[in-house]
């Protein structure tokens, strides 16, 4: 079965950093691209960043661009997302998932920031 558990979400004051991690199980992580998204209330689901299944290659929204990293460790099966310099903007529900997607959504980790 393939799954996706992210965590690392938390509460956070505007100006912080946390870091998020999704761990896969499943599936040949290392086939994979992977790509992190979020979910602020009332709104759709947005793409926030991506990898290339060997972590040579990133993209970002422009939004997050210069504030967050993504980055991966197919050792551990594991997808990571950096993100400093955090907005009140930032605050969603953080998911993560293939590309192209092949697993159903997670439960996300709740990132908010405010102060």
């Known amino acids: 079965e393939v799954q996706l558990v992210e965590s690392g979400g938390g509460l956070v004051q505007p100006g912080g950093s946390l870091k998020l991690s999704c761990a896969a199980s499943g599936f040949t992580f290392s086939s994979y691209a992977m790509r992190w998204y979020r979910q602020a209330p009332g709104k759709e689901r947005e793409l926030v960043a991506d990898?290339?299944?060997?972590?040579?290659?990133?993209n970002y929204a422009t939004s997050v661009k210069g504030r967050f990293t993504i980055s991966r460790d197919n050792a551990k099966n594991t997808v990571y997302l950096q993100m400093n310099s955090l907005k009140p903007e930032d605050t969603a529900v953080y998911y993560c998932?293939?590309?192209?997607?092949?697993?159903?959504w997670g439960q996300g980790t709740q990132v908010t920031v405010s102060s």
């Open positions: 990898i290339t299944s060997g972590g040579g290659r990133t």
């Open positions: 998932n293939t590309r192209p997607q092949i697993a159903s």
